[in-house]
């Protein structure tokens, strides 16, 4: 599949099926906009459509993500999850 937003819907509801305690896993002072849990299922998504630059990932995104979270912040997000 070529379609990023079918695919990531699709690694999100897996991940959602498999009942964790909550979406997001860092402890945060503010709630974040994008949970813990999408950042995971974006990274998946990536991964699985071998797209390897965070600038090609983010002109993929969908306007709806993007609003969500900024490059840097997903960055940084996503190397504490790691």
């Known amino acids: ?3 990023f937003t079918a695919n990531y819907e699709k690694i999100l509801e897996v991940l959602k ?11 945060q002072i503010r709630k974040p ?4 849990l999408r950042i995971i299922a974006i990274n ?6 071998s797209i ?7 002109r993929i995104l969908t306007v709806k993500i993007k609003s969500l979270i ?3 912040v997903y960055k940084r997000r ?3 999850l790691y």
Not at 17 to 27: H, K, P, Q, Y
Not at 33 to 36: A, E, G, N
Not at 44 to 49: A, D, F, G, R, V
Request: charge should be neutral; charged fraction near 40%.
């Open 17 to 27: 099926e498999l009942n964790l305690d909550s979406e997001n896993f860092l402890i």
């Open 78 to 80: 996503k190397r504490k």
């Open 44 to 49: 998946l998504t990536s991964e699985y459509m």
């Open 1 to 3: 599949m070529r379609n």
């Open 33 to 36: 906009k994008l949970t813990d």
């Open 70 to 72: 900024e490059r840097s």
């Open 52 to 58: 390897d630059s965070g600038h090609k990932l983010f």
